[in-house]
């Protein structure tokens, strides 16, 4: 499938400036297409990881559809000049789509995470969306030699959607790697989504989310887990977002 609207190049990946409302839209639109499609949110992490990581940049870029998940990449794109719509995370869309399945009739899947939690997941979304078709669930343990299984599995479920809670770079991994053999139209990486949903993990309160500091609570519930992601990752790309600010700064005077 070709790249959804409003596309700009930044940092080193790519980012569709869409509100959640377009990006609901454009999952809607790859449903009705039938095309397999991966979709991924940028944060942070990400970007830095793909940095150090060829390959996870190329499967990323691939994608047709890219949200901005951080406020990190809401910040980076102010300073580079890109007119980015809003900030579209990824456990807020996984939600939002989750409901627009219950309505329109939608086929979900949900991958990953241990057994309680993603059995706590189906739970909570069919209390909260009576008559929702949730056609597969399935942990997030297992050897290489299940995949072939699984995926068949998956591919026979007639999922419209699957959500996969596996970190980064590993669902972004297994998710190309598979794309084609299992057949179902939109399929997104939701990291610790399931978590949050099965009332695991805290999210942080609605004011430091709108101030762009659920960084910063997360950090302060696991410090020593996330200190290297939060505090020497976020230092790493502030300073790439600056160094690509002065270049552009100087390409735009030399020109």
């Known amino acids: 499938m070709d790249a959804f609207p409003n596309r700009y190049s930044l940092l080193n990946t790519y980012v569709n400036a869409l509100t959640m409302e377009e990006t609901v839209a454009c999952v809607e639109e790859i449903i009705a ?50 007119p980015l719509a ?3 995370t990824g456990c807020d869309l996984f939600q939002e789509l989750v409901a627009v399945a219950a309505d329109r009739g939608y086929g979900v899947y949900l991958f990953g995470a241990r057994e309680e939690v993603v059995t706590e997941v189906r739970s909570v979304l ?8 949730i056609v597969g669930c399935r942990n997030g343990y297992f050897s290489e030699e299940d995949e ?42 939701v990291g610790g989504s399931f978590d949050i949903v099965a009332g695991r993990t805290a999210r942080a309160p609605g004011w430091m989310q709108r101030a ?3 960084w910063l609570y997360r950090f302060a519930q696991e410090p020593r887990r996330m200190w290297r992601r939060y505090v020497i990752g976020n230092a790493r790309f502030v300073r790439y977002a600056y160094s690509l600010k002065r270049e552009k700064k100087g390409s735009l005077q030399n020109g």
């Not at 069919?126 to 078709?133: A, T, V, Y």
């Not at 995926?151 to 809670?165: K, T």
Request: glycine residues 8%; contains cysteine; aromatic residues 6%.
């Open 33 to 82: 297409s039938r095309t397999p499609t991966q979709h991924v949110v940028i944060n942070a992490s990400k970007v830095n990881l793909m940095r150090d990581d060829p390959k996870l940049a190329e499967i990323v870029n691939a994608c047709p559809l890219i949200n901005a998940d951080g406020s990190s990449i809401v910040w980076a794109a102010k300073k580079l000049g890109v």
């Open 86 to 88: 809003e900030r579209v």
């Open 126 to 133: 069919e209390r909260r969306h009576p008559g929702i078709r």
């Open 148 to 189: 072939p299984g699984i995926v068949a599995d998956m591919a026979a479920s007639g999922a419209d959607m699957m959500f996969v809670a596996f970190s980064s770079p590993k669902k972004e991994y297994w998710i190309h790697k598979y794309l084609d053999q299992l057949g179902i139209p939109f399929v997104m990486g």
């Open 212 to 214: 762009g500091l659920e």
